[in-house]
């Protein structure tokens, strides 16, 4: 008999899948999906499979296809990293303070999200913390100038919870972003019966350490799928190529049809409408350094 479900979690070789009937099972993974991995790669949380029930066995069998996945390069650039499958929206969590906000960070990771086709929205957390809302004022109105929803938030006090659950139900949606920028955190306020475990920052890095392990989808009590994801400081692109990098930043891919040649890179071309905009203030100079970083490092 077989059954299809969803991936919730993967550990040391188990596959927890939650079957259209609402059971879970732990699932181990074909000998042929181990020893020839299916076109996507490994099997990650998001997955919809097919799944073999034979007694109290449960095997994977197939891997449906996908209608997104979240990439990123691996480690030492020569692979990518599947995160998730089939999200409709990614939800990136920086930190007001503690750890403080990176813009680099930030502006790798919607590259990334613009380059799986994922719609995203930034949440700045921490808001309760001295100088937090000054900090924040000008990443939010720049991020929302160039069309990015934003929203300030706050797992101490709850500020903008109801905003949040309102971008979490719209569709399955993962929390990403750097290690102890509170995902866990926000997690808990939303849904407190999830009792997810909370971590503290380095007190030698100022940066903050590993609670989530592993990727897992939870579903909230309204029914809601999360997926929560370990902090990860590398962000690399995957599978985009140099000539449609600009694509990955709103703002400078709308000025390449005022460029004077086709193609430009928007680094050394003569009358290119992007270094004209950076001049005059229309593309903030730190987005325009990220785009030029990235650009080194994709084929």
């Not at 899948?17 to 076109?39: I, M, Y």
């Not at 000054?134 to 069309?147: E, F, N």
């Not at 430009?264 to 903030?284: F, L, M, T």
Request: proline letters at 4%; glycine letters at 12%.
């Amino acid at each position: 008999m077989t059954s299809i479900g969803r991936v919730y979690e993967v550990v040391g070789g188990v596959y927890r899948v939650q079957l259209e009937n609402g059971t879970s099972v732990d699932s181990s993974l074909r000998g042929r999906l181990k020893a020839r991995p299916w076109k996507g790669g490994r099997v990650v949380i998001g997955d919809r499979v097919r799944v073999a029930l034979d007694g109290g066995d449960a095997t994977v069998e197939e891997v449906l296809p996908r209608t997104t996945a979240f990439l990123r390069r691996g480690a030492h650039g020569r692979t990518a990293k599947v995160m998730a499958a089939n999200l409709e929206r990614v939800v990136v969590v920086m930190s007001a303070r503690d750890p403080d906000l990176s813009l680099g960070y930030l502006d790798r990771i919607l590259a990334v999200c613009a380059a799986n086709a994922l719609p995203c929205t930034l949440v700045i957390n921490k808001q309760d913390l001295p100088g937090a809302r000054a900090a924040s004022k000008p990443v939010r109105d720049l991020y929302r100038r160039i069309g990015y929803e934003v929203v300030l938030a706050s797992a101490e006090s709850g500020l903008g919870l109801r905003r949040l659950r309102s971008v979490a139900v719209r569709g399955i949606c993962a929390l990403v972003g750097p290690s102890g920028t509170g995902k866990s955190s926000l997690l808990n306020r939303l849904d407190p019966s999830l009792g997810l475990r909370i971590g503290e920052l380095s007190p030698k890095t100022g940066t903050g350490r590993h609670t989530t392990v592993t990727s897992r989808l939870l579903r909230l009590s309204d029914g809601t799928l999360v997926a929560d994801t370990p902090g990860f400081g590398d962000v690399g692109l995957w599978g985009v190529p140099a000539g449609r990098l600009d694509r990955c930043f709103p703002e400078i891919g709308a000025l390449g049809e005022g460029c004077r040649f086709r193609g430009c890179s928007h680094v050394h071309e003569p009358d290119c409408a992007v270094h004209e905009s950076v001049r005059s203030g229309g593309v903030a100079r730190s987005r325009y350094t990220h785009y030029q970083a990235l650009l080194e490092e994709v084929d």
